[in-house]
Nanobody, 118 residues
Framework: VQLQASGGGSVQTGDSLRLSCATSGRTFSDYNMGWFRQAPGKEREFVAQIARGGHSHHYAKSVAGRFTISGDAASHTIYLQMNSLKPEDTAVHYC????????????WGQGTLVTVSS
């Protein structure tokens, strides 16, 4: 399984960004998928997850109502639409393929940096 995240950048408070995670083969069909992030000096934390096939989603409280996770099975791509960005969203964001049993991360992509300035 290969995961390639992209779409990070430097934005202002209140701006939007869309992160993409290109996956290999049937990843989105075979695995639940998720986004995580790691801010400087902090541990990696959960952001959002989507069930394989895209029929259910779950978000961290800190991003609920602002971020939307989605997937496109045809292009094997997972997205994270991030709206109303805040400085505390600044972090390296990672996509991951998750186990279907307990939603724990199984495969990681490389990160993409999101920087939000006030």
């Amino acid at each position: 399984v290969q995961l390639q995240a992209s779409g990070g950048g430097s934005v202002q408070t209140g701006d939007s960004l869309r992160l993409s995670c290109a996956t290999s083969g049937r990843t989105f069909s075979d695995y639940n998928m998720g986004w995580f992030r790691q801010a400087p000096g902090k541990e990696r934390e959960f952001v959002a997850q989507i069930a394989r096939g895209g029929h259910s989603h779950h978000y961290a409280k800190s991003v609920a109502g602002r971020f939307t996770i989605s997937g496109d099975a045809a292009s094997h791509t997972i997205y994270l639409q991030m709206n109303s960005l805040k400085p505390e969203d600044t972090a390296v964001h990672y996509c991951a393929a998750l186990r279907t049993t307990d939603w724990s991360p199984l495969y990681w992509g490389q990160g993409t940096l999101v920087t939000v300035s006030s």
